[in-house]
């Protein structure tokens, strides 16, 4: 059977023209063809002058949409709803002033559904990857209950503080990697054109080598044989590990729990994530969304597998009638302060508050654990750094001390 031929993509012109005033104006407009736009233009009134086909813009890499972009929109559009501005009118302001342009688009194009008569979740829905359930949930939420520039407050709170934990870690773990990486630049620098130098200088010594300058020496010809296979070594092991990670659970399984008992690091992610999950509770809790239906959002966002199990164990139990301060103690993952609080807040019927102020200490405690730790790996770095970059230059000038000491 024949395939169908594909349709063809209308053609953008530009166009300039005078209309029944005699005012000048200009456009584009999409057609087959110019007699096409002629006709178009004539028809709305407009007398053409000169039409001809768009030149075809040049490749553009998009720029990404982030997280803190969806932050910042969120915040501007609960601004304007609590003024009384009509959401179509809202998103046509907030997309005409954002940096991002691929931001933009994405919030005209929302804007377009919502103006066809598409409500604002289904409209967001469109975009999973820019607006997840949880999001999509908290706005049906206030859709239903007609408190919606409250409930894009309350997303707008829930982002920032959720993007606050992530930059502070990110920052924290930024600048001993940097290092890192310098340092492994350097040393590989040394390894394959400076040790070599050396070698070849004391060939001519006619005497054995100090055991720390043969061992230097011995490691530089074994770097400068293999270093392209210990570099595919470790790029294929990171591709192997982020492809099987993706795709495994029980890969993720293992990956996260090593990671929480990871030293001084595990301990950060595991209060972070505890500050995750207790913040997004509390705010799907606050917009009335059910219990059960909310901790389905809550285990896709704690970003750590444990607690995803978890959290679905915990909405299996809350399901059969099992209060939630007595699942979340069977799961062995939240410290016993965390319990009570929850405890208090079921039976004081604020649960949302309760969980927000347990949201607000761990919080709290990342930005002190990450600040400590910062404080804590600097003098580390720089110790390792003076042991490798110093034992190598130690290495390499022993054997003329030694010759000058003969001397």
Not at 265 to 279: D, P, V
Request: charged share 20%; hydrophobic share 50%; glycine share 8%.
């Amino acid at each position: 059977m024949a395939q169908a031929a594909k349709k063809k993509a209308p053609n953008k012109f530009t166009w300039e023209g005078v209309d029944r005033k005699g005012k000048k104006m200009k456009g584009e407009l999409e057609g087959a063809s110019v007699a096409y736009v002629n006709a178009s233009l004539r028809r709305q009134g407009i007398k053409p002058t000169k039409v001809r086909k768009a030149a075809k813009p040049l490749l553009v890499f998009k720029k990404k949409i982030t997280a803190k972009d969806i932050a910042i929109f969120t915040r501007q559009l609960a601004t304007m709803l609590a003024a009384g501005i009509p959401i179509a009118q809202a998103f046509d302001i907030v997309g005409k002033g954002h940096e991002n342009p691929t931001m933009a688009e994405l919030i005209n194009t929302v804007k377009n559904d919502i103006e066809s008569g598409t409500n604002l979740t289904a409209a967001l829905s469109k975009h999973p990857l820019q607006f997840d359930a949880l999001y999509c949930n908290l706005v049906q939420a206030g859709e239903q209950a007609g408190i919606l520039d409250t409930i894009l407050d309350k997303i707008a709170v829930y982002k920032e503080k959720i993007e606050g934990i992530k930059s502070k870690i990110k920052a924290a773990l930024f600048y001993p990697a940097a290092v890192v990486i310098v340092a492994f630049v350097i040393t590989t620098i040394l390894l394959v054109y400076v040790i070599p130098q050396f070698e070849s200088l004391f060939k001519g010594f006619g005497a054995d080598l100090p055991a720390l300058t043969q061992f230097v020496i011995d490691l530089s010809e074994f770097f400068q044989e293999t270093w392209w296979m210990m570099f595919a070594g470790i790029g294929g092991g990171i591709y192997v590990f982020a492809y099987t990670y993706k795709r495994s659970s029980k890969m993720q399984h293992a990956a996260d729990k090593l990671l929480l008992k990871a030293p001084i690091i595990g301990q950060i992610i595991k209060k972070a994530t505890i500050a995750r999950f207790c913040r997004t509770l509390a705010t799907m809790f606050a917009a009335g969304v059910p219990l059960v239906e909310a901790l389905d959002s809550v285990a896709g966002a704690c970003g750590n597998r444990l607690y995803y199990e978890g959290t679905m164990d915990i909405k299996a139990d809350v399901s059969t009638g099992m209060q939630l301060q007595s699942s979340m103690n069977t799961t062995g993952l939240f410290p016993n302060m965390v319990v009570q609080m929850v405890a208090i807040g079921e039976e004081s019927g604020e649960l949302d508050t309760m969980l927000g102020k347990v949201a607000d200490f761990y919080e709290s405690e990342v930005d002190d654990a990450v600040d400590g730790l910062s404080s804590l790996l600097e003098p580390i770095i720089m110790a390792v750094l003076g042991v490798l970059i110093g034992g190598l230059v130690i290495a390499m000038y022993l054997p003329i001390f030694k010759m000058a000491a003969t001397v």
